[in-house]
């Protein structure tokens, strides 16, 4: 506990070291978001609500995505380094090495969640949800959060280079886009659209969207659930057996 | 004496490539070792091997009484590793990186003894800079700085002095000289001949997967080949002349020139030159070599044959 605890520090020194990678995380959905709401906002046809109301959660999740890939290249850069032989030279728990890097990259994410939140205010975004809601978008964003975490880990663990994690971070923002997002999963072409109906970030999305304009979803919020817990379940095991396969050569 | 480090019959290989094939050797205690051999010869394979940080195929290790493979944990208490890249965090500061480690080993005095090794290896004035502006020597010397937090009674060094400038490197084993004098028990690895003869208590060569030889300096000195010298000619015939005079010395043919191996012994020199001398042979230029790594093994594994 204490060696994650050092080497969370450790990774949140390291983080504060480069802002901008953190202000760029930020930017860039922002930007996609004014982008959206004014330019699409006007043809775009969602039903009763407005674009920019619709898109919020879209934006997150793009947000969240986009970030991971600063742990991914955390991870493969500190496992392509020496610093990995001396941090295994040493009597520390094996765990501690990834879990500095999975706590660091929620908080990170966490952080540049609220920013978006914040910023989608600023640019009209009007929701109608209750103190609970929040907690409970809160609650599953960060299930979310945490399973795309792993997942990154195991990207950066298995990456050869850094151009491949830009590779599974291009992959992952195809998905934000192939999901109920930035369109209604109805408007696409039926091959797309039983993919983005079957893949996990429609339903953290959905309940989200949900929660935000006031009409949950109880069933997207089950299967948000099982498709969070399962991916931070299996995620888990595959990376640390990973880190371990790794380093007994 | 107590034997520290003992490793028998150490085999390792990487898919159809051994590259151990039967490593023995013992450190005793407060004394410096050096493992020469040439590169990929198999040093930081062994190194890895006797720092817990890979598996052998066969053989035992044991460090500190404790069984490198099955007692990893305690075997990494009593060592510290330094790689032959360095292992720093270049976006951290030195003095941060010094502090990583001092908190990680649990010492209860990091911050001192941060502040004495930043001293001891000059990086004061630098201690607050991100690692990435450094130096390669400045990093280098980081890096062992970190590996001695701590004090650690084993220190592992793999090729500690490669890529430091002449100044640096007569520093650094100045220093590896006092960490022994301290009590602290050294394995080095090295592929200069020199380094290892004037470091080391004890060397072993590794070549071809075994030890190949190993001794004191002194007794070493004994078997390999220690000096070469090399004669210019500017004329072909007067180079033929030479190499028929010097028959039945160890001769390499170069374009204009030819090294003759000696034992380095003077009387040796002298009676090369009388010969050369007395024939009148002319020779352009003449200079005396320390041989590389390379020569005084073909020159070893020739003679034995
Ligand atoms: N992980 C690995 N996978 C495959 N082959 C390896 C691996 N590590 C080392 N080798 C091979 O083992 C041999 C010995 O390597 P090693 O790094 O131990 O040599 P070395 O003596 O340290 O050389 P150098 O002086 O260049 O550092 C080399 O042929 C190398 O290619
Ligand atoms: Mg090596």
């Not at chain 1, 995380?25 to 004014?34: D, K, L, R, Y």
């Not at chain 2, 490198?68 to 590793?81: M, T």
């Not at chain 2, 030889?213 to 072909?236: C, H, Q, R, T, Y």
């Not at chain 2, 000696?262 to 010969?275: F, K, M």
Request: aromatic fraction near 8%; charge should be neutral.
């Amino acid at each position: 506990m204490r060696d994650s605890y050092i080497m969370f520090k450790r990774n949140l020194i390291k983080t504060s070291r480069s802002p901008e990678a953190v202000a760029m995380a930020v930017i860039v959905p922002i930007f996609m978001m004014v982008l959206f709401g004014f330019v699409f906002g006007g043809i775009a046809d969602v039903g009763e609500i407005s674009y920019i109301n619709f898109i919020v959660p879209g934006i997150i999740i793009q947000c969240v995505a986009n970030a991971s890939s600063a742990t991914s290249l955390g991870v493969h850069s500190d496992m392509s380094k020496g610093i990995i032989d001396r941090f295994r030279s040493m009597a520390i728990s094996k765990a501690a090495f990834i879990s500095g890097h999975v706590w660091v990259s929620v908080i990170r994410s966490m952080i540049i969640t609220a920013i978006t939140v914040g910023a989608a205010f600023a640019i009209g975004f009007r929701p109608v949800a209750g103190l609970t809601d929040w907690l409970v978008i809160a609650g599953i964003l960060t299930l979310f959060i945490v399973a795309i975490t792993w997942i990154a880990v195991i990207i950066g663990l298995i990456a050869k280079d850094a151009e491949s994690i830009s590779g599974g971070n291009f992959l992952m923002m195809i998905l934000v886009f192939l999901s109920s997002g930035f369109a209604p999963p109805e408007t696409l072409p039926t091959a797309l659209r039983i993919f983005a109906e079957h893949q996990p970030m429609t339903p953290v999305i959905d309940v989200t969207r949900g929660l935000m304009i006031g009409m949950p979803d109880g069933r997207a919020l089950i299967t948000a659930l099982i498709w969070c817990i399962g991916i931070i379940a299996v995620g888990f095991a595959l990376a640390v057996h990973i880190y371990k396969s790794k380093l007994t050569r | 004496m107590e034997k520290i480090i003992e490793v028998k019959g150490l085999a390792k290989s990487f898919k159809k490539h051994q590259v151990l094939k039967g490593v023995n050797f013992h450190i005793y205690k407060g004394k410096i070792f050096a493992l020469l051999g040439s590169n990929g010869a198999g040093k930081t394979t062994c190194v890895r091997i006797l720092s817990t940080l890979a598996k052998a195929d066969s053989g035992s290790v044991t460090v500190c009484g404790y069984d490198a493979f099955s007692q990893a944990d305690e075997v990494k208490r009593c060592i510290s590793l330094t790689g032959q890249y360095a292992a720093v965090d270049e976006v951290l500061t030195a003095r941060e990186n010094l502090h990583l480690i001092g908190e990680l080993k649990r010492l209860p005095d990091t911050k001192k003894q941060a502040d004495e090794l930043l001293a001891i290896f000059a990086l004061e004035e630098d201690a607050d800079r991100q690692v990435a502006t450094y130096s390669g020597g400045m990093r280098r010397r980081l890096d062992i700085a970190m590996s001695l937090m701590g004090k650690p009674p084993i220190i592992f060094l793999d090729e500690p002095t490669t890529g430091l400038d002449p100044q640096n490197r007569i520093a650094m084993w100045d220093l590896i000289a006092k960490l022994a004098e301290d009590g602290a028990t050294i394995l080095l690895t090295t592929q200069y001949l020199e380094e290892a003869e004037y470091l080391a208590d004890h060397i072993a060569i590794l070549h071809d997967g075994i030890i190949t030889a190993e001794g004191s300096p002194e007794e070493l000195k004994k078997i390999l080949p220690i000096g070469e010298i090399v004669l210019e000619f500017a004329l072909e015939s007067e180079k033929k002349r030479a190499s028929e005079i010097l028959k039945g010395h160890s001769i390499k043919n170069a374009r204009k020139s030819i090294e003759i191996s000696t034992d380095g012994t003077v009387s040796q020199l002298a009676e090369i030159l009388n010969r050369l001398n007395s024939e009148n042979v002319q020779v352009a230029r003449f200079t005396q070599n320390q041989p590389s790594l390379e020569d005084a093994f073909l020159t070893l594994i020739g003679e034995r044959k």
